[in-house]
């Protein structure tokens, strides 16, 4: 059975820098698309980005050349690294695997605000 476990949410000031972590647990990780979702009150959910199982990536319009996805297959985890951070950045950030795209974590909260 997967599981998502997600953290390194927070609350930052503008311009700062979070790292989010999912660690998935179950077999197959290592071969699965990885994404990266949030979703503000209010909104509905978004993709930010996704990294494939040959590590190319791709990012939401609004994120490119801030955040940053990354993966340890050997640790199961995926990363998110989050710069400049922005007010609209603010929401629950969620980990997903395309494998199990039913499977979702508990989700980690990221505020930015000053």
């Known amino acids: 059975q997967v599981q998502l476990v997600e953290s390194g949410g927070g609350l930052v000031q503008p311009g700062g820098s979070l790292r989010l972590s999912c660690i998935a647990s179950?077999?197959?990780?290592?071969?699965?698309?990885m994404r990266w979702y949030r979703q503000a009150p209010g909104k509905e959910r978004e993709l930010v980005a996704a990294?494939?199982?040959?590590?190319?990536?791709n990012y939401a319009d609004a994120v490119k050349g801030r955040f940053t996805i990354s993966r340890d297959k050997a640790k199961n985890t995926v990363y998110l690294q989050m710069n400049s951070l922005k007010p609209e950045d603010t929401a629950v950030y969620y980990c997903n695997s395309a494998l199990y795209p039913l499977v979702w974590g508990q989700g980690t909260q990221v505020t930015v605000s000053s």
């Open positions: 990294i494939a199982t040959g590590d190319s990536t």
């Open positions: 179950g077999s197959m990780f290592s071969i699965s698309v």
